[in-house]
């Protein structure tokens, strides 16, 4: 069975966690510390913030803006359910805005019509490794007074015109889960800002609010801390980041030219500008078929992925807030039609070649 995800790892991170277990210092070390000035140099972020997950990074953006019940956020309904959690964790409502089927990413042009008097922010989402369509967003916001998290959990090493993302915002939140670009070896997660206000105030937050041990904030806390474990590995793979790239980017390259002109298929498009990490190569079946494709592969050995089969809008949290089916025509037809193929690191050419000729075989028959 080809994987359809699979960690790079190695002795760098086996001896990173041996050296931190030896150490004897598990949490609260040097390790998070060093691992969030690595990634927030990497990102050209002033500050980054390491967390016990995605999720929690995402919950502490917004919790750091203050956002709270009869709030709004502006999202997409066509990523994982956490994007929206995060926001409906806190009380506030996610107002969803459908997506641009070329990107898969929420739709610059339909976000206006969506603010209301109670729009505090805006959370777009790098789908699958692509930035979010950043200039047009950032205007809106700079327009309405609104802040910016970005949810770039897929998206980690990935550029908009020249800047990276984290930097896409006011704030950014990423995941470092196993499937990830790269990943802490676990759970864990990482913020970013050139905020020092929002940075200080999040430090604490994911502190169970002190500022420094039985130095107490004004407000209360959570533990979302990363434990050094974690960071260590994390460590390990920020350094591999740049190879993991280039070489999701070769086999995504080699997926394209080799799909080129099938019917039936449209394969992933990346505008010009931005470049793409390829968390997910995820093509399109245009002709009622994806479940069947699906299949197929499955059949051929090949893992396959649907991200995402529902749109968050039509899951029960948010059906029961009323949102309901026709909602946002584009991400519930995007959802009948995608699937996700391997395009991890791991990859070897003859793997790559057996996906290639099989998937040509299965869309050709059809
Ligand atoms: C993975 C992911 C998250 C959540 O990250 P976890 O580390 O799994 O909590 C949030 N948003 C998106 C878009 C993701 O892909």
Do not use: W
Request: one cysteine or more; glycine letters at 8%; hydrophobic letters at 40%.
């Amino acid at each position: 069975m080809i994987s359809i995800a699979k960690p790079l790892i190695g002795k760098e991170e086996e001896e990173a966690v041996l050296s931190v277990l030896r150490s004897g210092q598990l949490v609260q070390g040097p390790k998070a510390k060093e691992f969030e000035s690595m990634f927030a140099e990497y990102c050209g972020a002033k500050h980054a913030i390491a967390t016990s997950s995605g999720t929690s990074a995402l919950m502490a953006c917004v919790h750091s803006l203050g956002i709270q019940e009869g709030d709004e956020v502006i999202t997409t309904p066509f990523t994982f359910i956490a994007t929206a959690h995060a926001i409906f964790a806190y009380g506030a409502k996610p107002v969803f805005v459908d997506i641009n089927e070329k990107t898969f990413n929420i739709d610059s042009s339909k976000i206006e019509s969506a603010i209301t008097k109670k729009t505090k922010a805006i959370m777009p989402v790098d789908l699958y490794g692509l930035p979010y369509e950043y200039d047009s967003i950032s205007k809106i916001a700079k327009k309405y007074s609104l802040s910016i998290i970005e949810d770039a959990c897929q998206a980690v090493g990935a550029e908009y015109h020249g800047k990276k993302t984290g930097v896409l915002g006011d704030l950014a939140a990423f995941s470092l889960y196993p499937t990830k670009n790269i990943t802490s070896g676990g759970e864990g997660g990482i913020i970013t800002t050139s905020n020092d206000y929002l940075a200080e105030k999040i430090r604490y937050y994911i502190n169970i609010g002190q500022k420094a041990r039985y130095v107490y904030d004004s407000e209360v806390g959570v533990n979302f801390r990363m434990p050094e474990l974690h960071a260590a590995i994390s460590i390990e793979q920020l350094k591999k980041l740049d190879f993991i790239s280039k070489k999701r980017n070769e086999n995504a390259q080699f997926l394209l030219s080799a799909l080129k002109g099938l019917p039936n298929v449209i394969l992933p498009q990346t505008p010009k500008g931005l470049t793409h990490v390829y968390h997910q190569f995820t093509i399109r079946i245009t002709n009622g078929k994806r479940d069947y494709v699906a299949e197929e592969l499955k059949k051929r050995e090949i893992g396959i992925g649907i991200y995402y089969p529902q749109p968050i809008h039509l899951t029960p949290p948010y059906k029961k807030i009323g949102y309901k089916k026709g909602d946002f025509a584009i991400s519930e037809k995007i959802a009948s039609e995608v699937i996700s193929i391997p395009v991890h690191p791991l990859l070897a050419q003859k793997d790559l070649d057996y996906i290639a000729k099989n998937l040509k075989e299965i869309l050709s028959a059809m």
